[in-house]
């Protein structure tokens, strides 16, 4: 039995580390190159022979990607929590209240999720180009709210689905109001969830390329991956493959950070908002 | 035993009313309509009024550069792009990349799902790994693949010909991108495929296995069956994502040598060539594929949408 | 504390159905009272219109002579134990038990020593700390009960509190919250529908079905004397046997023989409105060992003979089923009772389950000879459930329609 158990574990081991190694290999490149010096930058090398910062010192002094970060951060942040707020009074309707048209709302959100957001491009381009809202923060918010609703209804149903709404009965014969019912009982139970959903949808607004390209023409609005693409190094003549890969690192690092501390959130996150319901 | 547990999902049965205050019924509608307002309000105004917005565009001889030829020409830039060649190529091309995108995410997920779900060892490690691809922005990615298949400075350039350009090739170029796509979404495929495998009562398969089933047939026999729900919805969600893709292509052949999905050359034809009548035909195109993918998965395969039965949770 | 009223209360909900019938129901100060019944019989939404957690549609609510119907759960001071336990997961189980003291803004110096005091009666003090996720089923539900009775209300509610417990701990708890209501004496309402709960705990109890009362009283009037064959089936267990029975000459022609009438079931059948067809009630223990009855017994009972299904030795006694060949009882009432026990999954039940002294030595597959409690034994009208051997005067409780 000892003998099985040990090679079973051996056996898990293994997959584990396949799985491990196909996960981090992209991410582990990018940062080896991002390290690399210029001229050891073409050798091909999985790891670099030298190792320099100069990369990530050239971007922080460039306006074009510092300005791009303040945006990415900037309509990211403002979109989730729009998106959050709104959601959260959505899925606590949803899952709590009966009323007619929530099937409607339900349907709506999810034609949503499946939308191509290619087809909103031409439209959106020319309405806010009459709007007047053509490369700003706000024309880049407004599709990214409308994209991470679906997300954040279902996600936040999912979870509120799973409070024990008792609770509430009990705290109102323990003699609390509604608004205490709420702040003192229901707030904590539902916040790890609120929690969780704002990192799903941030993950999603920091992820857009499409829209950002689409949607800018400008660094005034311009998000990282799309100055990312846009990136030509110092001079014409510098091969921009060190900066671009230290400016990719950078918009990584709060996904790692995230995935690293709140994995286990994440994955009941995804698991409950997309399949249960 | 069985009457005390019946007697449990009765009283679960009862609640349903209890939570209804007849009083509060109005009250309690109209604080549902209040809540969902805004969200409603912003994703129909964001999507619904441009879509319709689109349509008319598409009808439109409409190209930026010349906006003194603006005009109504009904359906003829859907002639044109209909028997357009590149639209087709970039159809086809959409097509395959998420065919077997799909199919091979759908195997790999699987495997994936299993082993996240049952391994004994290190599962925090490989639940935490597997959302990097996930969570990690696609362009970064896409550009960490580019580098490694860009000859003179990627690990895997001369992988397969020492003095070829993977990415400068139709085939390759493709193959690359496939690769790519898979890479950054199985993770999700998986996670949605293992909360069907939470679903598989452990007991059934204990009663599989003493009924002699093999590891096969406990997993075709069993599993399957019982994951089939969580399988359409995640192959319904990621099929509509490839077909969207654009990201990967963007960055890794810029659609160059014919590997162009749709969603490219629409934005090529709107933000190049500043053309919106057939920008706008292209974007109407697409959503009517999109809606015919997703009508065949629901009516053809069945796939309960999720939150379909929204309301289990109270009953 | 208070006594409790309850004035043609009334449960519609919007959909039109009714949950509960113009309840009557005066519980009085320091009363233990249990509401029982099946699924669906309205036990629960009384006590939640008792609580001020669902309206009360029409009829009228007093708590300590006032009325509270328009009173939100606030403000009628009383506490409640749900069956979910309902216990904050995130707070200790201290902060759960301090909870509806601190939102009656005590003092803390009185909160703490309130506390102190719920969890030392109730053996939780070493737990105060702990999350109610790190706590065993009796320990959750023991908090539960702490924290309805640190605010001294002046009742308890309590829905099927001991539910949730396995078999065991839920004997266990039972005795605990007898002898805590006893200390405590506060005016508790206490729904189940498990019959024994019902029968050990309550000062009276309550039988409900489809929204009325079917019965009211205290327990042992309830087993010997029920109103009707819902009260009969459903009080007791094993249950009472139920034999379809026609009245002749001067018999009583059941499947297990001819039953002779005595005076007092004569006298039951004489009313002019008495049935032909009749449904014949006897429990378990008013059959015994033909063998170990004695001779003067031996009268006012009536015999029979017949091949034993099953032996069951409890130790203190046997219990002995035979199957009854022929028609069965029906009634709406035992098919509601059926329905209740988990009828449509079980085989049809024509078993007669008899309840013999431990010396018996009947064995399976044996003929027996059986004796029968003919004084024992109740007559229903099967048209509307009706306990005709009722004796008139006895004071058996109400039974509505």
Not at chain 2, 59 to 64: E, F, G, H, N, V
Request: neutral net charge; proline residues 5%; contains cysteine.
């Amino acid at each position: 039995m000892a003998a099985e158990t040990t090679s079973a574990k051996v056996k898990w081991g293994l997959l584990d580390a396949i799985v491990v190694v196909f996960a981090l290999i992209p991410v582990l490149w990018i940062v080896s190159l991002s390290f690399k010096t210029p001229g050891t930058l073409t050798d091909g090398n999985f790891i670099p022979r030298e190792w320099t910062w100069d990369n990530y010192k050239l971007i922080f002094q460039t306006d074009q990607f510092v300005r791009a970060l303040m945006n990415s951060i900037g309509i990211a942040l403002i979109s989730t929590v729009i998106a959050v707020v709104l959601g959260t009074m959505a899925a606590y309707a949803i899952s709590r209240l009966d009323f007619p048209g929530k099937k409607a709302l339900v349907g709506v959100s999810l034609l949503i999720a499946m939308f191509p957001q290619v087809s909103l491009v031409s439209p959106l381009f020319n309405i806010e180009r009459n709007l007047g809202i053509f490369d700003t923060w706000l024309g880049l918010i407004l599709p990214y709210i409308t994209f991470a609703l679906p997300l954040a209804i279902y996600t936040l149903s999912a979870f509120f689905k799973q409070i024990p709404w008792d609770l509430e009965k009990a705290a109102k014969m323990d003699g609390a109001t509604q608004g205490e019912a709420f702040r003192k009982v229901i707030a904590p139970l539902a916040a790890p969830g609120v929690f969780t959903t704002a990192i799903l949808v941030f993950i999603f607004c920091w992820n857009d390329f499409l829209f950002a390209i689409s949607l800018t023409s400008t660094e005034q609005s311009r998000t990282v991956p799309v100055a990312l693409s846009f990136f030509t190094g110092a001079s014409q003549f510098e091969d921009p493959t060190g900066a671009i890969s230290a400016a990719a690192v950078t918009i990584t690092i709060p996904i790692i950070l995230f995935v690293l501390f709140f994995q286990r959130r994440i994955v009941a996150g995804l698991t409950s908002g997309a399949v249960k319901g | 035993m069985s009457v005390l547990s019946r007697e449990k999902a009765a009283s679960g049965a009862e609640a349903a009313p209890r939570a209804g205050l007849s009083e509060g019924k109005k009250q309690e509608r109209r604080l549902g309509w209040l809540l969902c307002a805004p969200a409603a309000f912003v994703m129909v105004a964001v999507t619904a009024y441009p879509i319709l917005y689109s349509i008319w565009l598409s009808l439109q001889r409409y190209d930026l550069k010349f906006p003194e030829n603006r005009e109504f020409i009904g359906l003829a830039n859907y002639v044109t792009v209909l028997s357009n060649d590149y639209w087709w190529t970039a159809f086809g091309v959409t097509m395959l990349i998420t065919v077997i995108s799909v199919s091979v995410e759908l195997v790999l997920g699987m495997g994936l799902a299993l082993i996240m779900h049952r391994t004994i060892i290190g599962r925090g490690l490989v639940r935490t790994s597997a959302l990097i691809p996930y969570g990690i922005v696609t362009v970064v990615a896409a550009f960490s693949w580019r580098y490694a298949w860009t000859p003179g400075t990627g690990y895997l350039a001369n992988l397969f010909s020492p003095e070829g350009a993977p990415l400068t090739e139709r085939a390759s170029a493709l193959a690359i991108i496939i690769f790519a796509e898979i890479w950054k979404t199985t993770p999700f495929m998986a996670l949605l495929l293992m909360a069907g495998l939470a679903l598989v009562p452990d007991d059934l398969l204990k009663a599989a296995s003493m009924d002699g089933a093999s590891w096969w047939q406990r997993f075709t026999k069993v599993m399957l069956p019982v994951m089939k729900p969580a399988i359409l919805v995640a192959l319904l969600f990621r099929t509509l994502d490839a077909f969207r893709i654009f990201d990967n292509i963007y960055v890794l052949s810029a659609g160059a040598n014919e590997t162009s999905s749709v969603s490219m050359i629409a934005y090529n034809n709107l933000m190049k060539g500043l053309n919106l009548g057939i920008g706008s035909t292209m974007s109407v195109l697409i959503f009517l594929t999109v809606a015919i993918i997703a009508f065949i998965f629901v009516k053809l395969f069945g796939t309960a949408a999720p939150g379909s039965s929204d309301d289990e949770g109270r009953r | 504390m208070a006594d409790i009223v309850l004035d043609k209360v009334t449960k519609k909900y919007p959909d039109g159905t009714t949950a509960v019938h113009e309840i009557d129901l005066e519980i009085a100060d320091g009363e233990f009272i249990i509401l029982v019944g099946p699924s669906g019989c309205g036990k629960s939404t009384t006590l939640n219109m008792i609580a001020g957690l669902e309206d009360i549609s029409s009829g009228e609510l007093r708590i300590a002579g006032e009325r509270v119907n328009d009173k939100a759960p606030k403000d009628r001071d009383i506490a409640m134990v749900f069956q979910s336990y309902a216990l904050y997961p995130n707070m200790t189980v201290g902060e759960n038990m301090a909870f509806p003291l601190k939102l009656a803004k005590l003092p803390k110096a009185e909160i703490d020593k309130k506390v102190a005091e719920a969890a030392r009666v109730l053996e939780l003090t070493e737990y105060l700390g702990r999350k109610p996720a790190n706590l065993s089923g009796g320990q959750r539900q023991r908090v539960a009960m702490g924290r309805a009775i640190v605010r001294s209300p002046k009742a308890f509610l309590m829905d099927e509190p001991l539910s949730n417990l396995d078999a065991k701990l839920r004997v266990q708890m039972r005795t605990q919250v007898s002898r805590l209501q006893k200390q405590l004496n506060t005016t508790t309402v206490y729904v189940t529908h498990d019959q024994t709960e019902a029968m050990t705990l309550g000062d009276r109890v309550v039988v409900m079905r489809g929204g009325y009362i079917q019965q009211v009283g205290d327990p042992q009037t309830l087993y010997d004397n029920p109103v009707n064959l819902f009260v009969a089936g459903f009080i007791g267990s094993p249950s009472m046997n139920f034999l379809p029975a026609t009245v002749e000459e001067s018999v009583l022609r059941t499947p297990l023989g001819d039953l002779p009438l005595n005076d007092r079931l004569r006298r039951s059948l004489s009313g002019a409105d008495a049935p032909r067809q009749l449904i014949v009630g006897i429990r378990p223990e008013h059959f015994e060992d033909a063998a170990l009855i004695e001779e003067h017994q031996r009268a006012k009972g009536f015999e029979f003979t017949m091949p034993v299904d099953l032996v069951e030795s409890m130790g203190s006694d046997k219990y002995v089923y035979f199957t009854v060949e022929g028609e069965r009882a029906v009634s709406a009432d035992l098919e509601d009772l059926t329905a209740d026990a988990g009828g449509a999954d079980l085989p049809p039940q024509d078993n007669l389950v008899t309840r013999l002294s431990a010396e018996s030595r009947v064995r399976d597959g044996v003929d027996a000879r059986v004796w029968m409690n003919l004084d024992k034994i109740h007559l229903f009208d099967p048209g509307n459930g009706h306990n005709i051997t009722l004796n008139e005067g006895q004071d058996a409780g109400v039974a509505t329609p």
